[in-house]
């Protein structure tokens, strides 16, 4: 990846973050620690979603909307992994 992929991944997975934690409420690690696992997310869904064949839109708002998918699925396997 490039350095300018890299940092648009990091952005658009802490806005992915901050939303994932507003959507999953009583699961999420605070701002900073939701904004860490939205860029997990990002990183995730960017890598994961191709190859699944999932596409919901270009731009930087199909981004957004595909880091918090994965942001909002990572935060919900670590909030159960959390409660056991």
């Known amino acids: 990846m490039e350095l300018t992929a890299i940092l648009t991944t990091l952005i658009i997975g802490a806005i992915a ?3 994932a934690g507003v959507i ?3 699961g999420g690690f605070g701002l900073l620690g939701n904004i860490i696992l939205g860029i997990v997310g990002a990183f995730v869904a ?4 191709p190859r699944l ?3 919901l839109g270009a731009g930087v708002i199909g981004s957004i909307v595909h880091a918090t998918i994965g942001a ?3 935060l919900a396997i ?7």
Do not use: H
């Not at 960017?46 to 979603?49: E, H, I, V, Y």
């Open 53 to 55: 064949g999932i596409s």
């Open 24 to 26: 999953v409420r009583g």
């Open 78 to 84: 670590v909030t159960l992994i959390k409660r056991a």
């Open 17 to 19: 973050g901050w939303l």
């Open 46 to 49: 960017g890598w994961l979603f």
């Open 72 to 74: 909002v699925i990572i």
